[in-house]
Structures are given as structure tokens and as C-alpha cells.
């Protein structure tokens, strides 16, 4: 069965540098793909950055890059140039092509300091 | 991108009692899936909706309680059924991208309280 594990419950950065969120996963499938969301305390979820199994460059989407790294499954999210309004709950999540369900780790608080 | 709404927004409900949570996509998807958000909690999927077919629902999740339908490929309803003060959740519905989209997009949510 796929897993998701967020061993961060809470994380601290300073204003415009750039911190990494951890996120491992379990899968037996081949193919999947890796998700990271973004939820504000008013609970709306935002799709930030995706990742293909296949694909072979990391993800990148702006201010957010995503660490794939296969063989040690794992799939940190990197934010750089912290903004106070980065600060929010983020979740990692994959889904498994065969199954097609998505499933969430249990997050990352992130606190932006001014 | 599919844009999701849902009503109602938030809710607050006697126990015992149930509510019914609608879900409209501005566009024909296949899957729907409910979610719910236990406070403090991360995402735990509830059932997945086909349109036509019975929905399919998680372990730990029963159609009594959470009962589901899917007249459309544009809407889906969810009720919680004879509620407790452990419904209390944010409720979400999600679907797919259109066409190649990988990408998985979220209603803004039901925030239910049962008092």
C-alpha cells in the first residue's frame, strides 16, 4: 500500500531564505506521481508543483522546487526567498497511476519570521 | 484546470442530525473524490464517485454513514448521516485535471461542526 511520511510537524524560516520540507513515500508501483499542496489557515488547498516518476529533471515552479530522489523516495519540497505569506501548512501527496486515489502525508507547518 | 464549488461552506449541526454537502465542477470529470479533514489533521479520502456506479469507499468509511451520489459528470453530493461532535471536519470534493492535466484540484471545503 502507498504511504506518505512528513517527519516535520513544524518548521521556522526567516524571511527570503530557503528552507526544504521533507517528504518520504512507500509505493510498489512504477508509476506515480508526487504532489505538494499548500493550505492556508483558510483551509482552501493550493496545488503547488507535481512530479512524473519518469521524470528525469526535478520539478520546478517558481519559487518552489521539488528534490526528487527515486532510489531513497523521497520528494522534498525546496522554497526559496521565503515570503511571510509562505507561511501555512504543506502537504506532500502522491498518487498511484493504477489506483488513481491521492493520498496526503501528515504535513508541515511553516512559520516565516520577519 | 477544473474550478470546484462547493455549498455549503460551513455549517453548524444538532447531533443526531444529517447534512448534505454539494459539489459542482465547471467541467465533465470521470472521478470525484470526497475528503475529509479532521482538525489538526491531514487529508483522509472517504469514497471515490463515478458517475453511474456506486461509489467506492475507504476502509473505516460506510455508504450508511457517508452516503454519496453522482447524477452527473459535473455534480456529486456527500452526507453525513446522523451526526456526532467526531464529524466536526472540514469536508473537501476533488477531482482530476481535464484532459492531460496531471494536476488534482480542491473545492474550497465544508467546515461542519456538530454540536
Known amino acids: 500500500a502507498q504511504k506518505i511520511t512528513q517527519t516535520q510537524p513544524g518548521m521556522f524560516v526567516q524571511e527570503k531564505e530557503a528552507v526544504t520540507l521533507d517528504c518520504t513515500y512507500d509505493t510498489s508501483d512504477q508509476s506515480y506521481g508526487l504532489f505538494w499542496y499548500k493550505q492556508p489557515s483558510s483551509g482552501e488547498m493550493i496545488f503547488l508543483i507535481y512530479?512524473?516518476?519518469?521524470?528525469?529533471q526535478n520539478a520546478t515552479e517558481g519559487r518552489y522546487s521539488l528534490n526528487f530522489q527515486k532510489a531513497r523516495k523521497s520528494a522534498n519540497l525546496v522554497i526559496s526567498a521565503s515570503q511571510l505569506g509562505d507561511s501555512a501548512m504543506y502537504f506532500c501527496a502522491m498518487r498511484e497511476v493504477q489506483g488513481g486515489k491521492l493520498i496526503f502525508g501528515q504535513g508541515t507547518e511553516l512559520s516565516v519570521k520577519p | 484546470s477544473a474550478v470546484i464549488s462547493q455549498k455549503p461552506s460551513r455549517d453548524i449541526c444538532q447531533r443526531g442530525t444529517s447534512l448534505t454537502i454539494q459539489c459542482q465542477v465547471d467541467s465533465q470529470v470521470t472521478m470525484m473524490f470526497w475528503y475529509r479533514q479532521q482538525p489538526g489533521q491531514s487529508l483522509t479520502l472517504i469514497a471515490t464517485?463515478?458517475?453511474?456506479?456506486?461509489?467506492?469507499?475507504e476502509s473505516g468509511f460506510v455508504i450508511d454513514k457517508f452516503p454519496i451520489s453522482r447524477p452527473n459528470l459535473t455534480f456529486s453530493t456527500l452526507t453525513v448521516s446522523n451526526m456526532s461532535p467526531e464529524d466536526s471536519s472540514i469536508y473537501l470534493c476533488?477531482?482530476?485535471?481535464?484532459?492531460?492535466?496531471?494536476?488534482?484540484?480542491f473545492g474550497p471545503g465544508t467546515r461542519l461542526t456538530v454540536t
Open positions: 476533488s477531482v482530476w485535471g481535464t484532459g492531460l492535466s496531471y494536476e488534482q484540484y
Open positions: 464517485a463515478n458517475q453511474g456506479s456506486e461509489a467506492t469507499y
Open positions: 512530479q512524473g516518476s519518469y521524470d528525469e
